[in-house]
Nanobody, 122 residues
Framework: QVQLVESGGDLVHPGESLRLSCAAS????????MAWYRQAQGKERELVAL???????NYADSVKGRFTISRDNAKNTVYLQMSSLKPEDTAVYYC????????????????WGQGTQVIVSS
């Protein structure tokens, strides 16, 4: 029905930058919000950054000033520009969306991507 495909995960050195992308496709009527979560090994999944349809954003304290979330509404794609990466940013990054489908325009559904691995190591 709806698919989220992430890309951009990689192995980088501390201080380097990386950009993640997530494209939503399928039976989409309206995207309400998109976000990036991450889950480090042995830890719970946490919200990294969120962007809602009006463009407002929210960030985890640990990434403020280093990460930027943006969105291309025409492409239903969300990006996460990560700068000054630290080893503690190592995790699987998951894309998330809240949207209405063409089949049910009055209800909000959530979908997850399959995850993309980011490793920050010297």
């Amino acid at each position: 029905q709806v698919q989220l495909v992430e890309s951009g995960g990689d192995l980088v050195h501390p201080g380097e930058s990386l950009r993640l992308s997530c494209a939503a496709s399928g039976s989409i009527f309206r995207v309400n919000a998109m976000a990036w979560y991450r889950q480090a090994q042995g830890k719970e999944r946490e919200l990294v950054a969120l962007i809602i349809s009006g463009g407002s954003t929210n960030y985890a304290d640990s990434v403020k000033g280093r990460f930027t979330i943006s969105r291309d509404n025409a492409k239903n794609t969300v990006y996460l520009q990560m700068s000054s990466l630290k080893p503690e940013d190592t995790a699987v990054y998951y894309c998330w969306t809240n949207l209405a489908t063409l089949e049910n325009r009055l209800r909000a559904y959530t979908f997850w991507g399959q995850g993309t691995q980011v490793i920050v190591s010297s």
